[in-house]
């Protein structure tokens, strides 16, 4: 390979790796932005949103990075049938996995954000009293609507995430670095 296919892919790899990240910074802003006076609380709901979401589907990415070490042998044997047979099975995979994250963090949502936040998680200084306002309820409440909206693009991240490897793994830059401009654009 040339110096520019290396960049190129090297590029893209990495576009696909930050590329969550920047939206979830993206969803901050936005909420920054537009939630008005109460976006204090609001942006206080999106970070344990975020972090249990991202983390969620970060917990998949192995079957991406299995699904490329596979092919990525099958490629070397010249086996196109087992190619076809290994990334039919592995996106099925990701799409089960997605439903499993999905359903987990429709039932146990609430759950985990208690969890993350702990007991008098969200407490505030009320500026005009000086007294300590426990907001942690009102915090749950609203980060469980954030990570239920979220959870519904679950499938498609996880299967999105795999078929980008897999594409990597064909060596098509272009079709992942067009997903991930898609993505971006759908995200805001």
């Not at 936040?117 to 426990?134: E, F, S, Y």
């Not at 991240?157 to 079709?175: E, N, V």
């Amino acid at each position: 390979p040339t110096t520019r296919q290396m960049l190129l892919f090297l590029s893209t790899t990495v576009l696909v790796w930050v590329s969550e990240p920047l939206l979830s910074l993206v969803d901050s802003a936005a909420v920054g932005t537009y939630a008005g006076p109460a976006s204090v609380v609001q942006l206080a709901a999106l970070g344990p949103a975020t972090m249990l979401c991202d983390s969620s589907v970060f917990l998949t990415y192995f079957i991406g990075l299995a699904a490329t070490n596979l092919v990525a042998r099958s490629s070397a044997r010249r086996d196109w049938k087992s190619q076809i047979e290994i990334s039919s099975h592995v996106l099925g995979v990701s799409v089960a996995l997605g439903v499993a994250v999905s359903l987990g963090l429709f039932v146990f949502g609430e759950t985990l954000l208690r969890w993350i936040l702990g007991p008098g998680g969200a407490l505030v200084r009320d500026a005009a009293t000086g007294k300590t306002v426990d907001m942690t309820e009102r915090v749950v409440h609203i980060a469980l609507g954030y990570t239920r909206i979220r959870t519904v693009a679950a499938v498609f991240a996880i299967a999105g995430s795999t078929a980008q490897s897999l594409l990597l793994c064909a060596l098509d830059t272009k079709t992942v670095a067009l997903a991930v401009a898609v993505a971006t654009v759908l995200n805001t």
